[in-house]
């Protein structure tokens, strides 16, 4: 493929539109919205809206007529269609190790008589810390499998399997439906980290139990925009959450002194929402409107199919790619490694190719359906090859000067 090809694709791409949606600076290629989502325009408007107009002017009377309250739902709903969820289903407050914690504190709660939480070693460190605590409280075994090993690591004492559905690192996926069966065939729940794959492509949440995500990735809330939280209809009323605040009773405005949770979704409610940072991810959501999810997976597939072809014809001898060849078990999502990763990235970043590294060698890049394009993917290759030539760059971690061979 050349330059021209790519623009021919982009020129056919159903998608390229919404490039225009973002705020993107000119002459940069940003392959990192898989750790910070890029700027939506309707952003800046309505969060100033928000500040302006609504808490300048009707201070306090916002909750009501601006209904503040029920910001938190509405904006789950909108994600609900992302992840194949009922809109009741889904609730946006705190922060994906806050909600993960929830979830998995509740979980341990429904099956009382189960000893072991089954989760692998690709998982986010966050995703393993949380675990992990929440199973010395409980005194129960946390099984941390290899990814390849985990259907294999759950029987019948499984009280929980919980697991991202992309690896952070390699951007390989999960077969949600699968593991979710193997799940409930032993009677375990699931719950799914949705951080790298939601607003990637096309998610189900199917037969899940319980899923967390993020809002500031893929879905481009904002630095800390906070995370969505989703309950299966039928384990609503049997949630517990193991954090007891008044947005979490039935009714918090009456201040009674013992606690009684609130029907459905509202229950994984603790405290009082953050409502400038909903209303930046509620305008980010726009991004989204109209937008048919099986095409972003399609755009998505072709990104990554493009980068990694690319990468393997003109670099193979140099870099190794270590993301899934099989579009249907890879997130939107290309990872490298070779042992100067470090500085390859910063390498990249200084010729306006964003992209980020993971210890110990890891180049990753992210391909964010709804902004990046064809020809994006053709010059970040571009890129790359100039900074494989062999020329000198510095290594800023070690403070050498280093030959990439």
Same mark, same amino acid.
């Given at each position: 493929?050349? @330059? ?33 989502? =890029? ?9 100033? @809206? *928000? ?20 910001? $938190? ?41 189960? @000893? ?47 697991? *991202?559905?992309?690896?952070?690192? *390699? ?10 069966? !193997? ?11 949705? !951080?790298?794959?939601?607003? =990637? ?50 009714? $918090? ?19 009082? $929402? ?62 490298? *490694? ?60 070690? !403070? ?6």
């Amino acid at each position: 493929m050349d @330059r021209a090809e790519a623009e021919q694709r982009d020129a056919a791409d159903p998608l390229f539109p919404l490039r225009d949606r973002f705020l993107l600076p000119d002459g940069l290629i940003y392959l990192d919205g898989n750790s910070l989502g =890029a700027l939506p325009a309707a952003v800046p408007e309505r969060v100033a @809206r *928000t500040v302006t107009e609504e808490w300048g002017v009707d201070l306090i009377r916002a909750w009501n007529a601006r209904d503040w309250v029920g910001l $938190p739902r509405r904006v789950g709903a909108r994600i609900a269609r992302l992840i194949g969820a009922d809109p009741d289903s889904v609730m946006v407050c705190d922060s994906t190790s806050v909600n993960l914690f929830k979830l998995a504190s509740a979980a341990i709660g429904m099956r009382p008589s189960r @000893r072991k939480i089954v989760t692998d070693a690709g998982n986010f460190p966050t995703d393993l810390y949380i675990l992990a605590g929440v199973a010395e409280r409980h005194g129960l075994e946390l099984v941390v499998a290899e990814p390849g090993d985990v259907l294999a690591s759950i029987d019948g004492d499984s009280a929980l399997v919980a697991l *991202t559905q992309v690896d952070y690192r *390699t951007g390989d996926r999960y077969d949600m439906g699968i593991v979710t069966e !193997a799940a409930h065939r032993a009677g375990a729940l699931v719950l799914w980290d949705l !951080a790298h794959s939601a607003g =990637a492509f096309s998610v189900a949440v199917g037969d899940a139990d319980l899923a967390v995500g993020c809002g500031y990735k893929y879905l481009n809330g904002g630095p800390g925009a906070p995370s969505f939280i989703y309950v299966a209809p039928h384990l609503q009323e049997r949630f517990d959450n193991p954090i007891r605040g008044w947005f979490g009773h039935a009714r $918090p405005f009456a201040f009674d002194v013992e606690f009684e949770p609130v029907a459905g979704i509202d229950r994984t409610r603790v405290g009082t $929402p953050h409502i400038l940072s909903l209303a930046a991810l509620d305008a980010a959501l726009d991004a989204f409107e109209g937008v048919d999810m099986g095409a972003v997976t399609e755009k998505s597939q072709e990104l990554t199919s493009l980068f990694m072809d690319l990468v393997e014809s003109r670099l193979g001898r140099y870099l190794t790619i270590v993301t899934n060849g099989d579009p249907e078990r890879r997130g939107s999502q290309v990872s490298l *490694t070779h042992p100067q990763a470090f500085s390859i990235v910063s390498a990249l970043i200084e010729r306006g190719v964003i992209g980020d590294f993971r210890e110990p060698d890891v180049a990753r890049f992210g391909f964010a359906p709804l902004y990046v394009r064809h020809v994006d993917a053709y010059d970040a290759v571009e890129a790359l090859v100039r900074v494989m030539s062999g020329r000198e760059f510095e290594d800023p971690r070690h !403070a050498v000067r280093r030959v990439v061979t």
